[in-house]
């Protein structure tokens, strides 16, 4: 089955930035709507930024102004462009998506998450 792939997580200074990247493992028709979700150790899984399947955007307060959720319709991809890192970002972080098949069927699905970690 096709599953989500994420990639770009890593260790990054305060201040930095990172850039998250979403992909199906499999050719796919089209990504519709998705987003980016953090989960950091003892807390609860959260929405960072979703995207519609429009390009309109929302944001959580606390990434406003520093991360950017985009989306490349032909390449079927989704990111996360996160500048200005700090601490408090550390976390898994998640991709999201509603898509659907070259067999036009749709699916909902979680990326396995990829670490992000901001530390001096």
């Known amino acids: 089955q096709v599953q989500l792939v994420e990639s770009g997580g890593g260790l990054v200074q305060p201040g930095g930035s990172l850039r998250l990247s979403c992909a199906a493992s499999e050719r796919i028709f089209r990504i519709d709507a998705a987003g980016w979700y953090r989960q950091a150790p003892g807390k609860e899984r959260e929405l960072v930024a979703d995207i519609t399947s429009g390009g309109s955007t929302n944001y959580a307060d606390s990434v406003k102004g520093r991360f950017t959720i985009s989306r490349d319709n032909a390449k079927n991809m989704v990111y996360l462009q996160m500048n200005n890192l700090d601490p408090e970002d550390t976390a898994v972080y998640y991709c999201?998506?509603?898509?659907?098949?070259?067999?036009?069927?749709?699916?909902?699905?979680w990326g396995q998450g990829t670490q992000v970690t901001v530390s001096s």
């Open positions: 999201n998506a509603d898509f659907i098949t070259y067999g036009r069927r749709r699916y909902v699905k």
